[in-house]
Every structure is written in C-alpha cells, then in structure tokens.
C-alpha cells in the first residue's frame, strides 16, 4: 500500500530535550516536505527537499533541521524545542516536476512542547 | 509574495445541498497550480481536486468541481449534492510554477446539517 509513514503520532517532551520525527514514503518520490498546522493558520511549510541531498527552507524553518541521505526517508530534527514548536506535523511526499504533482499526507505527528 | 486567502472560517450547507468554498490567491507568476484539500476530523489531508494556470477548463472531480476565474484569481471549490461525510476542514493550496514551496489558506469548517 503507497503510504506516508510518520512517527510518532503524539509527543510530549520538555523544553531543550532534542528530538526527531521520522517520515518515511514507499512511492520512490523524489519530493518531500514538512509543515506544521496551527489553529487559524493552516498549515505553513517548514522545509522540503526535491530530492537526496537537496533541501530548501520553506515558510517557518526557524527551529527546525532536516536531512535527506536516502529517497525514502526525510526527517524532522529539533534540536532544542520551545513551547512555540507545539503544532500538528505534517510530513508528504509527491513526484517531481511540472503540472499536478499530488501531495500524500502522513496522518500527522501531534507535538507539545512543555 | 504568493498569497492564499480563505475568508470564510466556518460554513453550514444542508445535506443534498451544493456549497461554494471562497479561496483566491495572489502570484505574479503566470504559472502555478491550485489545490484543495479536505481534513476531516481525524486529521489526514487527503486530496481533492487540482487546478492548473494554464488548464482552459475547470476541473471537476465527481462531485467535486473548482470554479476557476483568472482574472479574479479566485479558485473556488463547488461540491454538489453535500453529504454528512462532506463535514470537514478544507483548504486551498498554491504551488508557483517556478518553485517547489506550496502555501496553504487558512481553511474553511464545513458543517453538512441533516
């Protein structure tokens, strides 16, 4: 089944404690992105890559790192989290290149930040 | 700067009804492409229908259709016949053709009433 895997689904952590969401797809796409969903503000992108080794900052990529070593894996490190980092995660992935190029969803990783 | 707007936070439709969700946006490149997705309450983004720069027809997917008007730059989501599972959060979605960075709206709340 093609799939955007992410994980974990819910996160509580502290102030400063290092962490990382993984996200994985089994669909070979060369693209992939992460955003965050808060109330009355959708979702913003915070990084994307267009494939292995190339990543770009979106929107909102204060506070937060990523990293493309294989096709399928791409993820989401805070280095040091803060209360403001509390969010819905969303990781997708799509193929590359012009015209419609479909976003797959994750089912999403809820973070809070104490 | 690439811009989605979505000024209606909340809409009630009756069920069989046909609702209009309002999203217009603002680029100057004269190619991109238009998304809306549907949240429903358990949290995936699932994909709804797209929307070309270039596409001489609006793009209709079973019940759903996007009413696209350029020189309005306004691409508004029609479903037709709502059903009690059309009862979600939707958004609208820009990517510049240029570019791989995509900006969301704020959402719609859809509530479809029995």
């Known amino acids: 089944e093609a799939q955007v895997t992410q994980n974990p689904r819910y996160l509580i952590t502290v102030t400063g404690k290092k962490l990382t969401v993984t996200c994985s797809q089994n669909?070979?796409?060369?693209?992939m992105s992460w955003y965050r969903q808060d109330p009355g503000l959708g979702l913003r992108q915070i990084y994307y890559s267009m494939n292995v080794e190339v990543t770009d900052k979106g929107d909102v990529p204060e506070g937060y790192k990523v990293s493309r070593k294989e096709k399928r894996n791409f993820p989401l490190i805070l280095e040091s989290p803060s209360p403001n980092q509390t969010s819905l995660y969303f990781c997708?992935?799509?193929?590359?290149?012009?015209?419609?190029?479909?976003?797959?969803f994750g089912a999403g990783t809820r973070l809070s930040v104490l | 700067a690439q811009k989605i707007t979505q000024t209606q936070p909340g809409m009630f439709v009756q069920e069989k009804e046909a609702v209009t969700l309002d999203c217009t946006y603002d680029?100057?490149?004269?190619?991109?492409?238009l998304f809306w997705y549907k949240q429903p309450s358990s949290g995936e983004m699932i994909f709804l229908i797209y929307q070309g720069s270039y596409d001489q027809q609006n793009a209709t997917e079973g019940r759903y259709s996007l009413n696209f008007q350029k020189a309005r730059k306004s691409a508004n989501l029609v479903i037709s016949a709502s059903q009690l599972g059309d009862s979600a959060m939707y958004f609208c979605a820009m990517r510049e053709g240029g570019t791989y960075k995509y900006i969301f709206g704020t959402g719609t709340r859809l509530k479809v009433l029995a």
């Open positions: 997708a992935s799509s193929i590359r290149g012009q015209g419609i190029n479909i976003q797959y």
């Open positions: 680029t100057s490149d004269p190619s991109y492409g």
């Open positions: 669909m070979n796409h060369e693209y």
